[in-house]
């Protein structure tokens, strides 16, 4: 499914669409956190939305000491998301993650152990995750994972450009990076904990979507703030904007702080009723997670037996 | 059933039903409602009404009719109860407050459930709104019990209170009477609303639970029957109404003269604003929260939806794609954003105002979503199109349905937005601060939320303007409303020389000098009554002293029109209108010998004390001006809730005949010092005075308008104002007759009315003649709500 949607194209450089855009910070907390409130899941149907958003992952592992066995590993968990004898239970023999989510350099090791099951692979690059060094190494670096079988690149933008409000150089800058990307998906990772108002959010995810990227994303994982739901919120609704602009349908990923089951729901929530159903599909949402795969598989578990599991009955990543 | 492939295809949400065994097995054992009398459950002899359960319309249980027998016996429960009550130490009815919000606390599934059964509202809502705040009133009002003594020194509870409460939020309405009734020490007699009385008998229980003194909490069910027959109770000392407007003028009527408090939280039709520099999608989930929010049945929704012109497509726009979202059903169901309205009845009248306003020509648009086969459900909307003069516009539809309308600018905003006769509450969004607090100022409403909506605490002071009612439920203003200040009372007042003598008099006369020709004054003029009459005023001897102008109905219309004219008053700085007083006070003193030997005519027993008095209470109101202060108010974390002692606008004052000149400066000096304007009638038997004091009010830099005086007939004169609808308030000294009188007339807009009962009053005493007292009965509160962050 993931290439099944079209690339975007992004706009031309249009402030008018975002520079008077404001947000309202206690009316988005408010908004997030009835979300919760307001809907929920149980039974078969919390299920198939869990088996959903394990479709949705972009397994990930983005650490110092990875290594080729680390990112093999990762590989046969992606593949294998859930144990056999519960996918079988379910009905879900199959079943596999959005994405594997690695370093450029870990990049071939996972093409490899993912050969032939269709699942892509997703690199980091332009100096993740702080995206401070020069833009010709960032782009070269991007050109590298591509060029190693990447097929969806996770871009980091220059925070100093939007906290400065230098749109028209964020939005250089993104475009360059699309254009090094060639035919690999591009996410642009927001770093929404360093850009702190949901204003700036908002301008962000605007220039970054004009600008030609196919996802936007909220945090690298190593901010000191990473995905929340007002945050999302804000930059769903600026997706949705975009949409109604444009009508190029733009992907969303969350990334960080998101671990348990419950998180996952609450973000597949926010999709939903801000966005539609179709907005829930791994084609134009991602979860960027680890440990969240182990809870889901959990209450998959107690679905399934209707007792409580535990974690070292399922298959580390 | 679907398989899970399929629901990941279609990933709708599926049930998510709430158990409703134990509320149900709670009704099965309560077949039919009764009453909670002196601490017994007794089953009630009345012929009982249908309790229904509007989303499935199955018949619940059944509801006693209470009878004039039932209300006499829990009014006498109460009375017995009230003095061991009120005597019980701040901290022992704390103890008792806390119990109840603690036992709240605990039941709190059962209550949500229950009420959810009953009303028809989502669980969502009783869950995570209605109950909390009941269990937070609760708590709240245990503090003020327990700080009762210090917090309101020389206040005393008001002492039996009837309480008859809507079915819209029925515990949670309860609990916003009942929590602050007991704190001040008070009984209750409360009557729920026939449609509902499920959860006001499960807190019956709790009352009995945590062991509340017998006759404390007394609980009669009824229909609009037994409510009046609670309102005009002898043995009740106050009664607080929330309701519709229309039965809140029944009230006032049936209480007129009775003597007993009234507070009433009436209708709204409250604007909701956007400017264009609103956070557009925050305003349309604003929008969610206030008309969308309990079906609609709320009377501080914002149902009028005011939007700049510019913005008003993109509004539009997402409101109808947010409203596309919106899922009604099984109330019980927890992802159902909109249950049941509450009965068929309301439903049928809720249609049929729909009906009326797409004949008038509005576009009525409504969500999609399919709704149950059975059950009172309504399909949540919007209206474009409609205009002030539509009918939609003006009556409060009381369902999930709201009007829309478009405007220029800010001006014309708050133009659009006062152009109605309620003023309960207000919601506006911008992003623009200044904008917004000009806004929150200038609208006429008791609540205003910016940037949010329907946003409630214990703490903050809830209730409308205009004919929205008045009385406020909550915090430290909510707790003035059950207490009273126990002054002694003075003999009946003497009824006043007449003012008949309109033709020549003949007999024994003071004559001055030159002749004196005393007019009233209206605008800042002077002018001869309308009528072209004057009567003959008459000395402590019975002498004649001259001749007073006769004002009539006409010169009420022209001195209100003046004054309404003159609202830059309440606009001027507060030090800007003490520096006035002040200077009135100088202006005083330098005819202090004048007064002195006018009022000696007129047989005022100590004449030099009675300026004297004068000039001081001018100083001390002068003083108020600038300190008479809202409040900021601790509320939720992130929201400055700001209280805001408001003017009233033109407000009625009748002065008494005891003290002429201080009595009506006692009336006049409070109203001016908080920023109202006042069309004053001057003491019938001793008019001369005012002829003297208006032209003291001319050199005293007083804005033309903003006091205006009459002299003539007091109930003729009196009558009109009060049923003057620009007259936003009024007070009246003068016989207990006249004081029902102004009350029944008062009812036509529900202005608030303050009377003495007739007595007679030592207006040189401060403790009976100034004070906060004036000062609060002169300002309404408005509370406005800026949740903030970045």
Redesign the interface.
């Known amino acids: 499914m993931t290439d099944h949607f079209p690339r975007m194209t992004g706009t031309a450089f249009t402030p008018d669409w975002f520079e008077a855009a404001v947000v309202n910070t206690p009316a988005a907390e408010r908004r997030a956190a009835s979300l919760g409130t307001r809907r929920t899941v149980k039974k078969d149907w919390q299920a198939a939305w869990l088996a959903r958003a394990i479709t949705c992952i972009d397994l990930t592992t983005l650490a110092g000491d990875d290594t080729a066995g680390r990112v093999q590993r990762l590989c046969a968990k992606a593949k294998a998301p859930l144990r056999a004898d519960l996918a079988a239970a379910l009905g879900l023999e199959g079943l596999t993650v959005g994405a594997v989510c690695v370093y450029p350099t870990m990049v071939p090791h996972a093409v490899k152990a993912l050969e032939g099951t269709g699942i892509p692979v997703a690199s980091v690059a332009t100096g993740f995750p702080a995206g401070l060094t020069p833009l010709p190494l960032r782009l070269a670096e991007i050109r590298y994972a591509v060029d190693q079988g990447a097929r969806e690149i996770d871009i980091v933008i220059t925070r100093e450009h939007a906290l400065t409000g230098n749109w028209a150089a964020l939005y250089d800058e993104i475009r360059q990076m699309r254009e090094a990307c060639g035919d690999a998906h591009m996410k642009a990772i927001l770093a929404t904990g360093d850009l702190r108002t949901l204003t700036n959010v908002y301008k962000a995810s605007m220039v970054a979507m004009q600008a030609g990227s196919d996802f936007i994303k909220t945090s690298t994982g190593k901010e000191e703030v990473n995905a929340t739901l007002p945050v999302s919120l804000t930059m769903v609704r600026a997706l949705r904007d975009f949409r109604d602009l444009t009508g190029q349908w733009v992907g969303f990923k969350p990334a960080g702080g998101l671990k348990t089951a419950k998180d996952a729901m609450n973000w597949q929530i926010l999709m939903k009723e801000e966005l539609g159903t179709r907005w829930l599909m791994p084609d134009l949402f991602r979860i960027g997670a680890s440990s969240m795969l182990g809870d889901i598989e959990r209450q998959l578990e107690h679905h399934v037996t209707g007792r409580y599991s535990a974690a070292h009955r399922h298959a580390l990543a | ?8 295809q ?7 039903p709430e158990s409703s065994a134990e509320a149900r097995a709670w009704i099965s054992a309560h077949p039919q409602i009764g009453h909670y009398i002196g601490g017994q459950f007794v089953p009630g002899e009345g012929a009982p009404l249908e309790v229904v359960n509007p989303a499935t319309d199955e018949v619940l249980c059944h509801v006693a009719r209470g009878t004039a027998a039932e209300v006499e016996a829990a009014v006498q429960a109460a009375r017995a109860a009230q003095p061991g009550w009120a005597a019980l130490p701040g901290h022992a009815r704390a103890r008792f407050l806390y119990a109840l919000a603690r036992h709240v606390q605990k039941r709190e599934r059962f209550l949500s459930v229950l009420e959810t059964l009953d009303n028809g509202k989502t669980i ?1 809502e009783t869950r ?1 709104i209605d109950v909390p705040l009941v269990a937070r009133h609760f708590y709240h009002h245990a503090g003020w019990a327990e700080v009762l003594d210090s917090e309101f020194s020389g206040l005393a509870p008001v002492g039996v209170c009837g309480q008859i409460i809507p079915w819209n939020f029925p515990l949670l309405m309860l609990a916003w009477k009942v929590a602050p009734a007991l704190a001040a020490g008070n009984t209750v007699v409360l009557k729920p609303a026939d449609l509902t009385p499920l959860t006001a008998m499960a807190f019956a229980e709790i009352c009995a639970e945590v062991g509340l003194p017998a006759g404390v909490v007394n609980i009669v069910n009824g229909d609009g029957e037994t409510g009046a027959l609670i309102a005009g109770h002898p043995g009740i000392d106050k009664l607080a109404f929330t309701g519709s407007t229309e039965v809140g003028r029944i009230l006032r009527r049936q209480l007129a003269g009775s003597g007993k408090k009234l507070s009433l939280e009436l209708g709204g039709k409250s604007p909701f604003i956007v400017f264009e ?3 557009l ?2 305003a349309v ?2 929008v969610v ?1 206030a008309i969308w929010f309990n079906q609609g049945e709320v009377c501080c929704a914002g149902s009028r939806i005011l939007v700049q012109e510019g913005v008003a497509p993109r509004f539009f ?1 997402k409101l109808t794609a947010r409203m596309g ?1 919106l899922r009604v059903g099984d109330p019980l169901d ?2 159902m ?1 909109m249950g049941a309205v509450v009965s068929h009845r309301q439903l049928a009248r809720i249609t049929a105002l729909l009906d009326q306003g797409q004949a008038e020509g509005a576009t009525l648009h409504r969500a999609p979503a399919p709704l149950p086969a059975k059950g009172a459900f309504c399909a949540p909307g919007f209206f474009t199109g409609t205009a002030p003069a539509h009918s939609v516009s003006q009556t409060e539809i009381f369902g999930p349905v709201a009007t829309t309308l478009t405007f220029r600018t800010p001006d014309e905003a708050i133009t659009l937005a006062n152009d109605t006769r309620y003023g309960l509450a207000a919601s506006v969004w911008s ?1 623009n601060v200044n904008r917004a607090i000009e806004v929150a100022a200038k609208v006429r409403a008791g609540v205003v939320w910016i ?2 909506t329907n946003i409630f605490d214990a703490g903050a002071p809830f209730g409308g303007m205009r004919e929205s009612g008045f009385g406020r439920e909550g915090g430290r203003s909510g707790m003035l409303d059950y207490l009273t200040r126990p002054n002694p009372k003075g003999a009946p007042r003497p009824a006043p020389l007449p003012v008949g003598d309109v033709t020549p008099q003949t007999g024994a006369a003071d004559r001055p000098g030159i002749d004196i020709t005393a007019k009233i004054y209206i605008g800042g003029k002077q002018a001869r009554a309308d009528g072209g009459q004057s009567y003959t005023v008459r000395g402590a001897d019975g002498r004649g002293i001259g001749q007073a102008a006769l004002a009539g109905r006409k010169d009420v219309r022209n001195a209100v029109e003046a004054a309404a004219k003159a609202a830059g008053w309440g606009g001027v700085t507060a030090h800007n209108r003490a520096q006035v007083l002040y200077f009135l006070a100088e202006n005083l003193e330098q005819r202090r010998a004048e007064f002195v030997a006018e009022l000696a005519r007129c047989g005022s027993p100590d004449s030099e004390a009675e300026v004297e008095a004068t000039i001081r209470r001018t100083f001390w109101y002068a003083a108020q001006a600038d300190k008479f202060d809202g409040a900021v108010t601790a509320t939720k974390s ?2 400055v809730t700001m209280t805001v002692n408001e003017p009233f606008g033109v407000m009625g004052l009748v002065a008494p005949d005891e003290a002429p000149l201080l009595g009506l400066m006692s009336l006049v000096l409070p109203a001016l010092a908080t920023g109202n304007r006042v069309v004053a009638v001057a003491s019938q038997s001793h008019p001369l005075i005012a002829t003297r004091l208006y032209q003291v009010f001319e050199t005293s830099d007083l804005p033309a308008g903003v006091v205006n005086l009459l002299t003539g007939d007091r109930d003729g004169l009196a009558k009109v104002l009060a049923e003057h609808d620009e007259v936003a308030a009024l007070w009246y000294c003068g016989s207990a007759e006249g004081g029902a009188m102004v009350e029944t007339a008062s009812a036509g807009n529900l202005k608030p009315v303050w009377t003495d009962g007739g007595h007679l009053r030592d207006w040189t005493d401060p403790a009976q003649g100034q004070g906060r007292d004036f000062l609060h009965r002169a300002t309404q509160i408005k509370t406005i709500w800026l ?4």
């Open positions: 059933m679907p398989t899970l492939t399929e629901i990941m279609t990933m709708e949400y599926g049930p998510a969502r995570d520099d609103a956070d999608d925050a989930e604003g929260d726009a979202q927890k992802t954003d992003e940037n949010a992130q929201h949740p903030y962050g970045v």
